[in-house]
């Protein structure tokens, strides 16, 4: 575990996320009991939406779109997004692991008391991710070579467009015993001055700011079960477990100018 603490670190949002079987009755008989009490926790707004199904990766052909269910702070820094087969928390202000992780599985705790979570569903997806943004044309200066983006030959790009870099490294993870995961770390820039990924659920939609450029550090980090009966210290455990190795190549991402900066006072 790293032992750098930065003051001011480049993470946008963090979500913890779990898929289980459906619940079709979540709509009907759960969703109206999960409002009010997770309006008494401190999210006290409520939308509701139509939109693609979480997957793990990008969307396929023949998705069908679902319901889904969106709880959020009154000053938009964490939400819950619920449909009848996942569950995410998503926190946009982070001051630990340890006080996300409490959060997340109290939030967790909470909606599974009431649908029957834990006894009645068998989970196949258990992740977290990071996303981080790096702002403005000096956005190398913060990583390492390695985590640099894929580079195009000068001769081709026209010069009055800015080249947009982009990587995506993926590899399998061992987290303990008959336990494997999976973690992806992909690098994107947009120059609208985007700092979320394009799939983070949000409250409105996300400000623009033409020819300003942002370099998306987006790491994903998650176990696919098959047909697991999940416990609440199983949660913990994975979710410290996945936390770690997130936290190990975001460091190694880094470069010592980075570092010195994002650790000042």
Avoid at 177 to 182: C, D, E, S, T, V
Wanted: a negative charge.
């Amino acid at each position: 575990m790293q032992s750098t603490i930065l003051t001011h670190p480049p993470l946008k949002v963090c979500l913890a996320v779990l898929r289980f079987s459906p619940v079709e009755a979540m709509g009907t008989k759960y969703i109206p009991l999960i409002q009010d009490n997770l309006r008494k926790s401190g999210l006290p707004f409520f939308v509701k939406q139509a939109n693609l199904p979480f997957t793990a990766n990008a969307p396929f052909p023949g998705q069908q779109i679902e319901e889904q269910w969106l709880f959020y702070s009154a000053d938009n820094q964490e939400m819950v997004v619920l449909t009848k087969s996942s569950f995410a928390y998503q926190a946009f202000t982070y001051v630990s692991f340890s006080a996300f992780q409490t959060r997340f599985l109290e939030l967790f705790d909470l909606v599974s008391g009431i649908a029957e979570l834990y006894p009645a569903c068998v989970f196949d997806f258990f992740g977290l991710r990071y996303s981080n943004a790096i702002e403005g044309h000096e956005w190398h200066r913060y990583l390492t070579d390695s985590y640099a983006g894929i580079l195009l030959p000068k001769d081709i790009l026209d010069p009055s467009y800015i080249p947009m870099k982009s990587s995506f490294v993926q590899g399998v993870t061992n987290l303990g015993p008959q336990l494997l995961g999976n973690i992806s770390v992909k690098l994107l820039q947009n120059n609208e001055g985007l700092v979320y990924p394009p799939d983070i659920a949000l409250i409105g939609n996300q400000p623009s700011r033409p020819s300003h450029l942002v370099t998306l550090l987006d790491i994903d980090h998650f176990v696919v079960y098959r047909n697991c009966k999940m416990k609440r210290e199983v949660l913990s455990d994975v979710s410290s477990k996945l936390h770690d190795s997130i936290e190990s190549v975001f460091f190694s991402a880094l470069s010592e100018h980075a570092i010195k900066e994002w650790s000042q006072p």
